[in-house]
């Protein structure tokens, strides 16, 4: 069983910076490719961003290339999202969820465990 808990949201000026973490518990260091994704009110859940099981290969969604990084640190089990240039579209509820595969995928339905979601208001 895996135990996610992301952190680190909250209310950000348009073109602020936010660094979201998610915590994993159980075995999940180096077993799981990692993903990040989010959900606007009205809106269906969209990926953002993967990152392998290595953290050697990563991809994002073309709404936020060139301002979101995923990073991992396997021996801290952490999955970090830095998120520069906020603008208000980005605002969301954001979710990490693990994959079994080695590099993930962009479709939600493929991950095996999610956690509760940390919001993320980007607004003057």
Do not use: H
């Not at 269906?44 to 990084?69: N, P």
């Amino acid at each position: 069983q895996v135990k996610l808990v992301e952190s680190g949201g909250g209310l950000v000026q348009p073109g602020g910076s936010l660094r979201l973490s998610c915590a994993a518990s159980g075995r999940t260091s180096g077993y799981y490719a990692m993903g990040w994704f989010r959900q606007a009110p009205g809106k269906e859940r969209e990926f953002v961003a993967v990152i392998s099981r290595s953290g050697s290969s990563t991809s994002y969604a073309d709404s936020v290339k060139g301002r979101f990084t995923i990073s991992r640190d396997n021996a801290g089990n952490t999955v970090s999202l830095q998120m520069n240039s906020l603008k208000p579209e980005d605002t969301a509820v954001y979710y990490c969820a693990a994959n079994r595969g080695s590099y993930g995928t962009r479709r939600d339905f493929d991950y095996d465990y999610w956690g509760q979601g940390t919001q993320v208001t980007v607004s003057s």
